[in-house]
């Protein structure tokens, strides 16, 4: 389903306050208006990002790439950013505070804040699947962040037991625990996500993700090229991209790339026939030459909170391909900047008729590049200023009243 054919709700509808810009993008605009939004603070605020991973952790992907890049921004701004993750992490523009591995640090988190972060101002939690609960553990204002829901990875990736226990944790603890606070999120999928677990309205907030503008870019492959970028897990499906290679590459030829790394990896090379190459994971010059090679990019992943990497193809001119599912809805204009499928036979379909029609697929990078190049991370820091003072002035406001009291009492 193309989002710009999508029923428009109405405005009223909606309290979404988002970056200006994403309108002209053209990627998800819909609910978006930024004509309530406040001029970003002044600075010198302690902020908390409260999180899983750092941006250097192996396991990092989207979610991490927004958190460094809000946390980076912010502190260019003047305000004090430390950011509290388990796992490996590397020394940023920001603070960053261990508390644990990956798991460990649900219980460590709650002992590291009262130790060396209860000064902040603002405290802003990551969710990415497990909560941390924070306004159970931290009474300062709050902004609960959330990239995607998980419920049907939870599904997918853990025991039954296990499995229920994280879907009320995320969709029934989570909400319950920031019930006053507001939510932060990058895609209309996941603020609908929002409002099925019963968040309002009026306190969903979205801003959009960016895009690094590349160096210039390198030749396109002249023999068919064909790439899967990403972390090597079994919601990303590539198993399934390569069972449809198999139907795919005696009509087009050429090569299959899986860039990444992760823990499907040796299974999925055990899978691979004939034309596949895997490259582990790959520098940051070694991406940006194979996504400009590229002639189409694969995305068969079950659920995304956006899509990232839709958005670094598309600014160099590569189309994708993906299934119509949470976050490729808004970062794929189905038919425009790529193409949208419902099941494996059209992935199959749309796969080759593209390889073979070179000069649709061409225009189709055109369009996406043009959309991209509209996404800039500055504008994702601008519209989560605003959303760190309106969560400040809403807990003073609440506030106030109680000291109010307290004066006369007095």
């Known amino acids: 389903m193309s989002l710009d054919s999508a029923a428009k709700p109405d405005p009223a509808s909606r309290a979404v306050v988002t970056a200006p810009g994403w309108e002209s993008a053209g990627w998800a605009a819909e609910g978006c208006d930024a004509s309530g939004r406040r001029p970003p603070g002044q600075g010198g605020r302690k902020i908390l990002f409260v999180a899983w991973r750092d941006l250097a952790n192996p396991r990092a992907g989207g979610s991490e790439v927004l ?152 030749p396109r492959s002249p023999e068919p090229m064909f790439l899967a970028f990403g972390r090597l897990t079994e919601y990303k499906r590539i198993d399934l991209l390569l069972r449809l290679w198999e139907r795919v590459r005696p009509v087009v030829g050429g090569t299959l790339v899986i860039a990444g790394d992760g823990p499907e990896r040796p299974r999925l090379e055990g899978l691979a026939g004939p034309g596949v190459v895997f490259t582990g994971r790959v520098s940051e010059e070694e991406k940006h030459r194979l996504m400009c090679a590229a002639w189409l990019l694969l995305h068969p992943a079950l659920i995304e909170g956006w899509g990232i990497v839709i958005a670094e193809a598309a600014i160099r001119g590569t189309p994708a391909i993906g299934f119509d599912v949470p976050g490729l809805r808004d970062s794929v204009i189905n038919g425009e900047t790529g193409v949208l499928v419902r099941n494996e036979s059209q992935f199959a379909s749309a796969w080759a008729s593209l390889a073979l029609d070179r000069q649709r697929t061409e225009q189709m990078g055109q369009d996406g590049r043009i959309r991209a190049e509209r996404l800039h991370w500055s504008l994702a820091v601008d519209g989560f200023a605003a959303v760190a003072d309106e969560a400040l002035a809403r807990a003073d406001r609440t506030a106030a009243p109680v000291r109010a009291n307290r004066g006369q009492q007095q």
């Not at 998980?150 to 025991?159: C, G, I, N, S, V």
Request: aromatic share 10%; net charge positive; hydrophobic share 40%.
């Open 67 to 218: 958190v460094d890049k809000l946390a980076a921004g912010m502190t260019a701004r003047g305000d004090e950013v430390r950011l509290l993750c388990g796992g490996p992490s590397a020394e940023r523009t920001y603070a960053v505070v261990r508390s644990g591995g990956t798991y460990t640090q649900f219980l460590r988190a709650p002992l590291s804040y009262w130790r060396q972060l209860r000064d902040s101002d603002l405290v802003v939690e990551v969710c990415n699947g497990m909560p941390f609960l924070t306004p159970w553990w931290s009474g300062k204002p709050q902004i609960c962040l959330v990239n995607h829901v998980h419920t049907e990875l939870w599904r997918m990736m853990f025991p039954r037991p296990v499995a229920s226990f994280g879907i009320f944790a995320e969709s029934t603890l989570l909400p319950w625990a920031h019930r006053t606070n507001l939510f932060l999120t990058v895609s209309n999928s996941t603020a609908d996500g929002l409002r099925a677990m019963g968040v309002t309205d009026d306190r969903i907030r979205q801003i959009c993700n960016g895009v690094q503008q590349p160096d210039p870019n390198t």
